[in-house]
């Protein structure tokens, strides 16, 4: 049996470009001689659609693609996550699940069991817990079939009292395959390999696991899916923040690469690296699927802005990178010629507006309040606010999507603590 793993880079609620992208890759893979083709946790609406699930037309539309991808399954089978009503009306409305489509028609669907709702996670808002467990028979194989968190609970033992892999070896599988949304946070993919090789060594058969890319709403996902043997090797490990198809052969027990295509032994990136992949990504989706293509940023000199500036160019060309000076009587003659040298490193655009004489007046508007106290930190603060001003002017006059770079926001530091990427999350 040969699979295919395709860890795509989705629109959440963009049904049409979605499914276009989908059925692409099936028939890639039909050509390829594919006999399943995999892909991650609710590629169908996207991870995760929040509210949007608890809309009919939304559930219509993805009941819509899940049809129009199930007729091009003929001579390949698919496994694709999506959201799935549940019948029970006593019960919540919609399942997280796994489809396994054949013949044109979805032929089985597997539940999510194990719904996190810590940290960035919120499934047990939107979904029913799954209480039945089956594999799925394919090509002669039993596939013991899982969705992300559902292989986490021996790293979680005090939040779940279910074992969905447990109950599956009672099916006497020989391949397991778990579709995850897994987000991007620094040291992470150790996480995924220990939980990976824990699960198959209560189990000694291969396995995929299938992440998705991407920057969604709050999250980026990195990718890196990854096979593992049954002894728990790990076979081969696909990119890092992007698209990527991959195809393996499966027979007797054993699992490798089609034979032209002879993967590296994998060496992970260093968290730099990896942070600024993410970072980038991040820029480049909320624009494009926001549908927006130029961003406007103050340049100081200072480190966090032009960090900043080089990541947007980065991701969105320097040609829609609107940089803008603004310096004032506390601006030094270096923190401007920094500047300047980053714009002409970078190519981006700039402008230079002064803010002196705009100060000038706001202090003598504020002289009568502020009689008898000297100048302080609240004059800098107000030169602050001037620049914001400005900002978003420009924004607002050219159609500039204003990038934040500075580390304080309204005079109070922006914490990371809850950021994906400062700080792994505690499970998937």
Wanted: contains cysteine; proline residues 5%.
């Amino acid at each position: 049996m040969i699979v295919a793993i395709a860890q795509i880079n989705y629109h959440i609620g963009n049904f049409k470009e979605n499914t276009k992208k989908i059925l692409t890759l099936i028939r890639q893979a039909k050509e390829k001689g594919a006999d399943l083709i995999v892909f991650p946790e609710l590629v169908i609406g996207g991870y995760l659609a929040k509210d949007l699930l608890r809309y009919t037309v939304f559930l219509d539309a993805c009941e819509a693609s899940i049809n129009e991808i199930s007729s091009a399954c003929h001579d390949i089978a698919c496994i694709i996550g999506a959201p799935v009503r549940n019948p029970d009306a006593n019960a919540k409305q919609l399942f997280n699940a796994a489809l396994f489509i054949a013949d044109g028609k979805v032929k089985q669907i597997v539940r999510k069991t194990l719904l996190p709702d810590y940290d960035i996670f919120d499934e047990y808002r939107y979904f029913e817990p799954n209480n039945i467990f089956e594999s799925i028979s394919f090509k002669g194989v039993h596939i013991a079939l899982t969705i992300c968190e559902d292989l986490w609970n021996k790293n979680l033992p005090n939040l779940y009292k279910q074992d969905p892999m447990k109950a599956l070896i009672d099916k006497n599988p020989g391949l397991m395959i778990n579709i995850a949304a897994s987000p991007f946070s620094t040291g992470h993919f150790a996480t995924r390999m220990a939980v990976m090789e824990g699960q198959i060594a209560q189990c000694p058969i291969p396995a995929f696991y299938v992440n998705t890319i991407g920057a969604h709403a709050d999250i980026i996902f990195d990718g890196r899916s990854m096979v593992l043997d049954g002894r728990g090797d790990l076979i081969d490990v696909l990119n890092d923040f992007e698209e990527d198809l991959r195809y393996f052969k499966v027979k007797d027990g054993f699992i490798k690469p089609l034979a032209e295509y002879a993967p590296q032994k994998y060496h992970e990136p260093g968290d730099i690296s990896l942070t600024h992949k993410a970072l980038v990504l991040g820029i480049k989706d909320f624009f494009q699927k926001s549908g927006f293509k130029k961003a406007v940023l103050g340049l100081s000199g200072g480190i966090d802005s032009a960090v900043v500036a080089a990541l947007a160019c980065e991701a969105l060309g320097p040609s829609n990178v609107m940089a803008v000076l603004m310096p004032s009587v506390y601006s030094t003659t270096h923190s401007v010629n920094d500047a300047m040298g980053l714009v002409e490193n970078t190519g981006c655009l700039h402008e230079i507006i002064p803010i002196k004489e705009a100060a000038t007046v706001f202090d003598k508007l504020m002289a009568p309040a502020f009689q008898g106290k000297g100048a302080d930190i609240t004059e800098e603060n107000i030169q602050a606010r001037l620049r914001a001003v400005i900002l978003m002017a420009m924004s607002n006059k050219h159609g500039y999507i204003l990038l934040n770079t500075s580390n304080k926001s309204a005079g109070r530091p922006v914490s990371l603590k809850n950021s994906p990427i400062a700080a792994p999350a505690i499970g998937a």
